[in-house]
């Protein structure tokens, strides 16, 4: 069976993340993409290592690179830009991050490929918008979108991943998506702009709405949550424990299976709303039932009394966890392993068909292609 973008055409002339991660993800689903590089030094994170993988290919480049071919055209060259033209004007979807009024200025900007590809999908990803030349690189987006002001307990902290670029690359192949469907319906391109900070807020949900409802900034509480409680890490006898209680009744079945069910009923935990006024108080009752046995003791008998919970796992072992559950999260791609795709379709599925691509590997196949 044959991926939902067969016979779609992308050219990724993104770099980095978030556009490598969307271009990724139209890969999966069986569109033919081609990346775009800078002759010898390709795209930046070909040099982010380590860690590298057993041909000295740093990991952190293949996470986002697989189902591509790769061709290294410079810009400033007539001839490669001319090529990259070219590549625009048969493609149905172009993703670019380049600096504002780069690609303008070579003649692959969003008017210059509509003139010459009506049909096209130009999806743009920016920091802070077209017009502003401010670096969008993911750690000054989470700092100067106010999310490590939420993030830890003490001083700023980041997330431990560049989330931000992640986030705005969904967004960007959500937006690309909706693109495609209104062509089909309508026959037009057209423009698609994310920017990292607009997505970052929209990604804070009730973080975000909080501030623009209230005009109050929320702030740091560690692992605490600020609308539900219990809802954070507790200590046990060996080890901490996640308890993640999203309802009044779930409530009630932890105080029980915790054998103190009358707890349930006091005035200060009996509502949500009230646990959150008293979360100081009823973190300090629970941890000191929870101390009287083990992290797996308690799993096992919360699990068994429906109450969330779980450890806190490293990577590897929520690779493990995943694998266990069924879930395939590793696939061999021509020996490189990779992360799978999330999504999975009953009659188009996700398809494993190339390795992240050499720098400039394909260039006699994508120039046979264009002809």
């Known amino acids: 069976m044959k991926g939902p973008l067969e016979g779609i055409v992308v050219a990724d002339f993104s770099r980095v993340l978030a556009g490598p991660y969307a271009s990724m993800l139209l890969g999966d689903m069986g569109a033919t993409v081609m990346k775009v590089e800078r002759p010898e030094i390709g795209d930046d994170t070909r040099s982010w290592s380590p860690p590298t993988d057993e041909e000295g290919v740093p990991t952190y480049f293949s996470s986002v690179n697989r189902n591509k071919h790769s061709i ?16 625009a004007h048969r493609a149905d979807i172009m993703i670019e991050n380049f600096p504002a009024g780069s690609l303008e200025s070579r003649g692959l900007g969003y ?3 509509c003139a010459g590809n009506p049909t096209i999908i130009y999806c743009s990803i920016s920091g802070f918008g077209a017009s502003n030349d401010l670096p969008g690189y993911d750690l000054l987006v989470q700092a100067m979108g106010g999310l490590m002001d939420i993030t830890g307990s003490d ?25 495609l469907h209104h062509r089909d319906r309508n026959g037009g391109g057209q423009l698609v702009e994310v920017t ?18 209230t005009g109050v900034s929320p702030t740091r509480m560690g692992n605490a949550h600020p609308s539900v409680a219990p809802y954070e890490p507790y200590p046990t006898q060996d080890r901490d424990i996640i308890i993640a209680v999203g309802n009044d009744a779930q409530f ?8 103190h069910p009358l707890l349930a009923s006091d005035p200060r935990f009996s509502t949500n709303a009230s646990r959150v006024t008293h979360r100081d108080e009823l973190r300090a009752l629970l941890g000191a039932l929870l101390a009287t046995d083990t992290a797996d003791g308690w799993m096992a008998t919360l699990h068994n009394a429906r ?6 796992n490293t990577i590897s ?15 061999d791609v ?4 990779q992360i799978t795709n999330p999504v999975t379709f009953s009659q188009t599925p996700i398809t494993y068909t190339r390795r992240p691509p050499q720098l400039d590997e394909h260039d006699a196949w994508i120039e046979e292609f264009l002809r």
């Open 307 to 312: 109450v969330p919970c779980g450890p806190v």
């Open 252 to 259: 009630t079945r932890l105080c029980t299976a915790l054998g």
């Open 72 to 87: 290294a055209l410079n810009l400033d060259d007539p001839d490669d830009r001319a090529r990259a033209q070219r590549l």
């Open 317 to 331: 072992d929520a690779l493990c966890l995943a694998t266990d559950l069924g879930l395939d999260p590793v696939v």
């Open 334 to 337: 021509d020996g490189v392993l």
């Open 155 to 179: 001083d700023p902290t980041k997330v431990g991943v560049a989330i931000v670029d992640v986030v705005a690359g969904l967004h960007a192949l959500t937006a690309i998506l909706a693109a």
């Open 111 to 113: 008017a210059h490929v």
């Open 196 to 213: 990292l900070l607009g997505a970052l807020l929209s990604s804070l949900v009730n973080q975000s709405a909080s501030a623009a409802i």
